[in-house]
């Protein structure tokens, strides 16, 4: 079974340009999120689709950030503008909806830098 | 969102045990985990606990839950080099929700 991947793996931008981050998420599982580690601090969720629809988004920054999750297989998330304070590793994961506490399978992460 | 709160660094002798503290917030937490990160990879859940259980066991790793104190802990024996790596302590807010410590750095000396 293919694990959770994302891609690219780095992405060095300059302030104020786009960047469009994409995960795979491991096949059959509704559930997607996407969380963000900054610089060495604690990984923070951003937000949770299940299938195509948005649960939750209320770890979403600010309105330069968009998720989406068209057709409820693979997501990307888009920063537009990016800011400095934008950098940090941006972490997806999935996990099926029919078990209880199905764990959480996390991709390798996006690194994202800023300058 | 809970704090969770791990002190950063841990070095350890390889053959040692290594401990890696942890404390949380959220007292109707239903499940805690210990995540993983090894450079250059994503998080890899290494094991979880529900939260009526006072201790797990899995091969060379133990944890223990204090519910009344907020407190979990990772105990490594035997530590291997392989073991270097950043271990993140998780607790479930919500059914999808984890909140992440910051993450314990531990650092396998010969």
């Known amino acids: 079974e293919a694990g959770v991947t994302q891609f690219p793996s780095h992405s060095v931008i300059e302030k104020g340009q786009t960047v469009t981050l994409r995960c795979d998420p491991i096949?059959?599982?509704?559930?997607l999120y996407w969380y963000r580690r900054v610089m060495g601090k604690e990984i923070k969720f951003l937000l949770h689709?299940?299938?195509?629809?948005?649960?939750?988004e209320s770890g979403m920054p600010n309105n330069r950030f968009l998720a989406e999750r068209t057709g409820g297989t693979y997501s990307t998330l888009k920063v537009q503008p990016a800011e400095l304070e934008d950098s940090g590793v941006y972490f997806c994961a999935s996990s099926r909806t029919d078990l209880l506490n199905s764990p959480l399978h996390f991709g390798n992460g996006t690194r994202l830098t800023v300058t | 969102g809970e704090d969770v709160e791990q002190s950063l660094f841990l070095s350890v002798r390889e053959g040692d045990s290594s401990v890696i503290n942890c404390t949380y917030t959220?007292?109707?937490?239903?499940?805690l985990y210990w995540y993983k990160q090894e450079p250059g990879a994503g998080l890899q859940l290494l094991t979880y606990i529900f939260s009526n259980m006072d201790m797990k066991q899995d091969q060379r790793l133990t944890v223990l839950l204090n519910k009344k104190d907020k407190h979990l802990s990772l105990r490594i024996a035997d530590t291997q080099t392989g073991d270097s790596a950043i271990y993140f302590c998780?607790?479930?807010?919500?059914?999808?929700?984890?909140?992440f410590g910051a993450g314990t750095t531990v650092t396998v000396r010969a």
């Open positions: 689709f299940v299938k195509e629809s948005k649960q939750d």
């Open positions: 959220d007292s109707s937490s239903t499940y």
């Open positions: 998780a607790e479930k807010e919500v059914d999808y929700k984890l909140s």
């Open positions: 096949s059959g599982h509704d559930n």
